[in-house]
């Protein structure tokens, strides 16, 4: 078992009978849907799932869990999902893969969000490693990005994969995916980005995660956070 798997598993172990779960999406939520049918299947725990991605949603509905669409969704209690990058006050970068819109609104509706990575997505400051995602609306793109070199963005539109156009998140928007100095903190970027018309969302998540589970060298660490 590697480290993914392994803090897949744990978080598994913390869903309760009952509970509506929020799926995430990529590797690491995949392997924590697997688990989670697993758990379903050998234990019979009951669970129902909501899904940040019809690619998640497809994956639980073929482990034999039940998956809700988002209007039938008042509340999730629990939402586990992974991160492009963690800083040390547990602000996430989210979105390379474009489903920004539905992750944050599972994020925000969440009574737990439970966040899984390894170690290599720890980082100092959000944006280090990565651009921030930033989903505009396709007809407002040049006026927000012209907002956001004001301060200092530097970047462009997100091609999609065989680079003959651009990409379209699962919202129908287009993603800027724009650098910014350091000096600007993730609360700050976070408030600016909040207050820009035209953004449909981005890909900072602050003050958001309640729990982050790490994966180093065999070991699930546990990061709460400072507010709970």
Sequence with gaps: MNDKERIAQHAANQVADGM?????????????????????REQGLKVTTVSSSIASAIKAQQLGLPVLGFDQVSHVDLYVDGADEVSPELTLLKGQGADL????????????????????KLVERIGQHFAIPIEVMPFAWQLVKKQLEAIGGQG?????????????????????????????????????????????EHGIFYALATTVLIGVNGQVQERQAANL
């Design 156 to 200: 462009d539109l997100r091609q999609n994969a065989n680079k003959n156009g651009y990409a379209i998140s699962s919202h129908g928007s287009l993603i800027l995916d724009m650098r910014f100095a350091e000096h600007i903190d993730a609360e700050a970027l976070n408030d600016i980005l909040n207050s820009i018309p035209g953004i449909v």
């Design 20 to 40: 509506l779960v929020g799926l995430g999406t990529g590797s690491t939520a995949n392997c924590f849907i697997e688990e989670l049918a697993q758990r379903s």
């Design 101 to 120: 819109v539905r992750e944050k609104l599972l994020a925000t509706a969440s009574k737990q969000f439970l966040v899984l990575v390894e170690s290599n």
